[in-house]
Antibody, heavy 120, light 107 residues
């Protein structure tokens, strides 16, 4: 069955960097757009970034533009999020999520998430 | 960016109650709206997309309606498994945005 497993979270100082990974199982990864969505502790959901199935298009939420980079390796069935210049307000559980169908921009499968804590 | 506003933020209800959650968009999003259910410590679950289409496996007591800027999620008869937080999400344009959530609590 479809499974998404995030990793790479941890504690990092403000200004630091972290790379998150999302391993995909149970579906043809290279056929689906993928997203990152985050949730600060006790708060609501916030969309972060999207990458098209073939990496030709990428979109970002305004507050992460220029700091975060979404990428994917379809040969490894893996999605990435490179996060630089981290700020306290980036502290959140980061979920990867699959596009329901190519370009739909809503999410039918989610990973359980990986916690990123930005603190000195 | 399109702002999504949900109301109420918290709702107390009993098993068997009819429950309605409202989601308003700051500009027209046509029918490009999805609803999710999230339980504590779990990932969100897709319930409804394109305003009113039920995701496979979602019970028929859930329904969605609306268009333009005003949308509703209705649970016709609340069940014990439905106590959770519900989020709307617009996918009319980037940045994709969510409502602030509605927590459905036991009365």
């Amino acid at each position: 069955q479809v499974q998404l497993v995030e990793s790479g979270g941890g504690v990092v100082q403000p200004g630091g960097s972290l790379r998150l990974s999302c391993a995909a199982f149970g579906f043809t990864f290279g056929s689906y757009g993928m997203h990152w969505v985050r949730q600060a502790p006790g708060k609501g959901l916030e969309w972060v970034a999207f990458i098209q199935h073939d990496s030709n298009n990428k979109y970002y939420e305004d507050s992460v533009k220029g700091r975060f980079t979404i990428s994917r390796d379809n040969s490894k069935n893996t999605l990435y999020l490179q996060m630089n210049s981290l700020r306290a307000e980036d502290t959140a559980v980061y979920h990867c999520a699959r596009d329901f169908r190519s370009g739909s921009n809503y999410f039918d499968y989610w990973g359980q998430g990986t916690l990123v804590t930005v603190s000195s | 960016d399109i702002q999504m506003t949900q109301s109420p933020s918290t709702l107390s209800a009993s098993v068997g109650d009819r429950v309605t959650i409202t989601c308003r968009a700051s500009q027209s999003i046509s029918r490009w709206l999805a609803w999710y259910q999230q339980k504590p410590g779990k990932a969100p679950k897709l319930l409804i997309y394109e305003t009113s289409t039920l995701e496979s496996g979602v019970p028929s007591r859930f329904s969605g309606s609306g268009s333009g800027t005003e949308f509703t999620l209705t649970i016709s008869s609340l069940q014990p498994d439905d106590f959770a937080t519900y989020y709307c999400q617009q996918y009319h344009s980037y940045s994709l945005t969510f409502g602030g959530g509605t927590k459905v609590e036991i009365k």
